[in-house]
């Protein structure tokens, strides 16, 4: 079963990533620049992460998943989901899904801050 520290370890790999603590030190979160992409929690005892993607796939997750996958805690509801790591999800999933929220937060930065986060 993934968790945070696996979770950590996979983020710190991709390029132009950080790991920060802007809210508290209990609270960490994987940036890319200077934008979040992976949110690491507790929800009821049990470690969480808030993924960012499409609100199309955000509402098939969800439905997928359900009762381990819910709108982003704390997050826009429409293209943040909160993903309980308790193992209903399987890791290869969560791993995909992680993967997305990188590529969909550095789709966003210019095309040639992106090139260079996405050209090896």
Do not use: C
Not at 88 to 103: A, G, H
């Amino acid at each position: 079963m993934i968790n945070h520290q696996q979770l950590i370890e996979l983020g710190l790999s991709y390029k132009g990533t950080s790991l920060r603590y802007p809210f508290t030190m209990d609270l960490p979160v994987l940036y890319v620049r200077d934008r979040m992409f992976a949110l690491l929690f507790n929800r009821d005892g049990v470690e969480s992460v808030n993924l960012k993607t499409s609100p199309d796939e955000a509402w098939l997750q969800r439905e997928t998943y359900r009762g381990s996958v819910f709108p982003g805690y704390h997050m826009n509801k429409q293209h943040w989901n909160t993903v309980i790591l308790n193992g209903t999800v399987p890791d290869e999933v969560i791993i995909v899904m992680f993967q997305e929220s990188y590529y969909r937060v550095v789709a966003k930065f210019p095309k040639s801050e992106r090139d260079l986060l996405l050209l090896n």
